[in-house]
């Protein structure tokens, strides 16, 4: 396995590029979690006591959702004109292109979350643009685009594409959900540091085994 | 798990200086039940344009895939320029230029993003030269900065051809790259082909017109039942009896 940045920064910037021209990815992650965060906000009574415990599981649930179909659309495209076929027949490896899809995958939820924040902290009156919520969001969105593009590619060449990223996808994400919702929860709820360190190593240590497995078995996603 | 090579890692040491740029022993390859390719074996020198014919269905554009390292075979053995697809399928690829039934390009893009994005992933430093001279040639300079999207069939098929040809391979695999091209686009691909012909450039050509195929190329070969079961100069073969070896060797019409 060797990867090079030059090919992987290709190919996340020609992403870049057609995000930039279609906003397809970024748009459908923050029109989807957008609107969940408005139904929630009306079907659940929210009162100062409960919103800091409900409000990072819809805040989480909604976003995870969205990126399934950030996630399924960025391979979407490259089914149009067959141009993954194409990068595979560069001398670039499988892997390097996974890898750069992982990176603009990476980019787009970053940037969605950086408009997702603020509107639900204004729609749920509960802060999370704190520094220690960002740190758990930015460990949690590393994992999930990580699998997310692992199993995007798994399932681009299925028949039922759009059921099977979220059937493989999610099982696999659940413990990345629980630890950044009991993490951001914990902040929520007055904590510091100290009380979301546990959650925060949690999330390091499924980054780094996702990252790994992603590696190890990118070059082989690809295949016929 | 068989470990890929790059060409940024230095010259593997099992390239020799004397081999054909195709050589394919024994290839296999099944989808499901269905044998496509069984036991196929061909054999494709330096300067050489040869047409593979063959109905539907007989396994053309597997081949050409299994060549171009997209689909692996279930067994038998591939060499391109030397570099063998198990192991050095990365330098393998760095040799081949590929026109398909898709063009390979993103339609969001223009032409001139996509020749460079497949500029950057071929290593080529600059390959704006490169772009514009090509796209010259192809008569498609023009449309350089328009989306793929907006092309016709036949200036996004130019393009593909640009593509292919922008990082000086030394094997062609061609799937029917007649589709969608005018009679005065065709002949300037003719004029490309010989050129790079004469540079010493392999093509593997699929195509269903015989009098094309026959006319581009040095040999000739038929699919059918998964292997070559004609193979001969074509010099040795008129167009008025190539449909009657055609039929003679798959059975069917041309």
């Not at chain 1, 940045?5 to 290709?10: D, F, K, Q, R, S």
């Not at chain 1, 279609?22 to 408005?38: A, D, K, Q, T």
């Not at chain 1, 996630?71 to 292109?97: C, H, Q, V, W, Y």
């Amino acid at each position: 396995m060797k990867i090079s940045l030059g090919p992987v920064w290709a190919v996340a910037k020609k992403d870049l590029l057609l995000e930039v021209r279609n906003r397809e990815i970024v748009v459908s992650i923050l029109v989807f979690s957008g609107l969940v965060f408005i139904i929630f906000n009306f079907a659940i009574e929210l009162t100062r006591v409960n919103r800091d415990t409900v409000g990072p599981g819809v805040l989480w649930v909604a976003f995870i959702f969205a990126a399934i179909l950030g996630l399924n659309r960025s391979f979407i495209i490259e089914k149009d004109g067959n141009a993954l076929e194409g990068m595979m027949l560069s001398p670039i490896g499988r892997d390097t292109i996974l890898v750069g899809k992982t990176l603009g995958n990476l980019l787009f939820m970053l940037a969605a979350l950086v408009v997702l924040f603020p509107v639900f902290t204004a729609l749920f009156n509960v802060n999370v643009l704190k520094p220690e919520i960002i740190v758990i969001a930015a460990l949690a969105t590393v994992g999930l685009a990580t699998t997310g593009t692992m199993f995007a590619a798994l399932s681009v060449n299925t028949r039922a594409r759009e059921i099977m990223l979220p059937v493989l996808f999610l099982p696999i994400a659940v413990p990345i959900l629980i630890a950044a919702v009991e993490g951001t929860a914990q902040i929520t709820q007055g904590g510091n540091w100290s009380e979301a360190a546990e959650w925060l190593q949690i999330l390091a240590a499924f980054d780094i085994v996702f990252v790994i497995a992603a590696l190890l078995t990118f070059q082989f996603l690809l295949e016929d | 798990m068989i470990k890929e090579s790059s060409p940024g890692a230095g010259q593997p040491k099992t390239q020799t200086a004397d081999f054909a740029v195709v050589r394919a022993t024994g290839v296999h390859k099944a989808y499901g039940d269905a044998g496509v390719l069984t036991g196929l074996n061909l054999e494709v020198p330096r300067g050489e344009t040869i047409t593979i014919f063959g109905p539907n269905g007989a396994g053309k554009t597997t081949l050409l895939r299994v060549l171009g390292s997209l689909t692996r075979p279930d067994r038998g053995e591939i060499a391109i320029n030397g570099f063998s697809l198990k192991e050095q399928a990365a330098f393998a690829r760095s040799t081949i230029g590929v026109v398909m039934h898709s063009s390979l390009l993103y339609g969001d893009l223009t032409a001139r993003e996509n020749l460079r994005f497949y500029g950057k992933l071929f290593g080529l430093g600059d390959a704006e030269d490169r772009i514009e001279t090509l796209a010259r040639r192809l008569n498609v300079a023009h449309r350089l900065d328009d989306k793929v999207r907006d092309l016709s069939h036949g200036l996004e098929k130019r393009v593909s051809f640009v593509r292919a040809l922008l990082h000086r391979p030394r094997l062609l695999l061609l799937d029917e790259p007649e589709s969608g091209l005018d009679q005065n686009t065709l002949g300037i691909f003719e004029e490309l082909l010989a050129e790079f012909r004469a540079g010493g450039g392999a093509t593997v050509l699929v195509t269903h017109s015989l009098e094309l195929g026959l006319a581009l190329s040095d040999r000739i070969a038929i699919l059918g039942g998964g292997r070559i079961v004609f193979d001969d100069r074509s010099e040795n073969v008129t167009i008025e009896e190539l449909p009657e070896i055609y039929r003679r060797f798959t059975g069917e019409v041309s």
